[in-house]
């Protein structure tokens, strides 16, 4: 017993160190294998966009005067109807001033018309004054009123006027643009703020060789913010318009994405357009596996043995990001198994 005894240890040792049969067994047999077989796919190309306004709408002076008060600057918000700047003009006190005066004259006027057209009906009541003498005094009394509703139709229009001083957002959105101060002078349609208008798109210049590939509808993607070519990072987006003219050989197309609110008019934005199909080899992204910062997949031999071989990768080939572009190393009918 005591002889046998070292035997057994040492059998005992040896079938903790070394593997199992069936481990051996699975590393031969490829576990779930993947057929390498050629993939149509969307050709993506980077470009840069600029986030531009859909509309710019200038916020105009309606009567000429002199910049009173300023209320907006660069990057403020406004909303419809929000006063802007207030325009004053010296010369429109001095016609109220003249035009209350006039009224005051007019008023005395009619005052007056009025007691001799009295005085006349109480005479030709009396068979004292000829029907003459009425109609002359009715025609005074109604010339005098008529010039009253004249002179205040004319202080309506001044007055109007200084309610046009206020100047007046035509419409929600960011002001861009304020090229006058307090103090400067204005002529009537003059510009006092310029504001992009709260629907933003992206403005895409591409050369003349991806004309025939965009059309209306198509989907885009855009990168985070900054330069960077993660493109398993993105948010979608789609083109609105592409217009049938080519500016310098290139063609321009408008593209809407959610969330452009928070950019800065005239941000450049990395964005992925398709420039039409081709047909590259397509795997699964958890075959590739790296080691000696080399991208590496397990091919499935005929023997039923296993080898590693080097591959180089291209991009990201769908949107979830499970499927990557592999442009050398592989053919057609290599099978892949789960490193």
């Given amino acids: 017993m005591s ?42 190309k980077s470009v840069f966009a600029t986030v531009r306004s859909k509309d710019l709408i200038e916020a105009r002076v309606r009567t000429p005067g002199t910049v009173a008060s300023l209320s907006v600057d660069e990057g403020a918000s406004v909303e419809p109807g929000q006063v802007m700047a207030l325009v004053t003009d010296p010369k429109i006190a001095l016609r109220i001033r003249s035009i209350d005066a006039q009224i005051t004259a007019v008023t005395s006027r009619i005052e007056t018309a009025k007691a001799e057209l009295e005085r006349a009906e109480t005479l030709k009541s009396k068979g004292v004054s000829p029907q003459s003498r009425v109609d002359q005094a009715q025609t005074a009394f109604d010339v005098a009123t008529n010039d009253l509703k004249a002179i205040q139709a004319e202080r309506s229009v001044v007055m109007t006027q200084i309610e046009e001083g206020r100047v007046l957002a035509p419409a929600a959105g960011r002001v861009l643009k304020v090229p006058v101060t307090e103090g400067s002078v204005v002529m009537s349609g003059e510009s006092i703020a310029t504001i992009a208008a709260n629907v933003f798109l992206l403005r895409l210049e591409l050369p003349e060789r991806h004309a025939q590939f965009m059309k209306v509808g198509d989907a885009i993607r855009l990168g985070k913010r900054g330069i960077d070519n993660d493109v398993t990072s993105f948010s979608e987006g789609r083109i609105l318009q592409v217009y049938p003219e080519l500016s310098n050989g290139r063609v321009i197309a408008d593209a809407d994405a959610p969330g452009l609110g928070s950019y800065f008019v005239g941000e450049r934005v990395l964005v992925w357009i398709s420039a039409g199909k081709r047909d590259p080899f397509v795997v699964p992204s958890a075959l590739v596996f790296k080691r000696y910062g080399l991208d590496y997949v397990r091919l499935s031999n005929s023997d039923g043995s296993t080898s590693d071989t080097v591959v180089q990768l291209g991009q990201v080939a769908n949107d979830a990001g499970d499927r990557i572009e592999v442009l050398a190393g592989l053919k057609a009918g290599d099978m892949l198994v789960q490193p």
């Avoid at 005894?5 to 067994?25: E, G, K, N, T, W």
Wanted: no cysteine; net charge negative.
């Fill in 3 to 44: 002889a046998s005894r070292p035997i057994l240890l040492a059998a005992l040792l040896v079938a903790l160190v070394l593997p199992s049969p069936q481990a051996f067994a699975g590393e031969s047999q490829p576990k779930a294998p993947f057929t390498v077989s050629l993939q149509q796919i969307d050709d993506l």
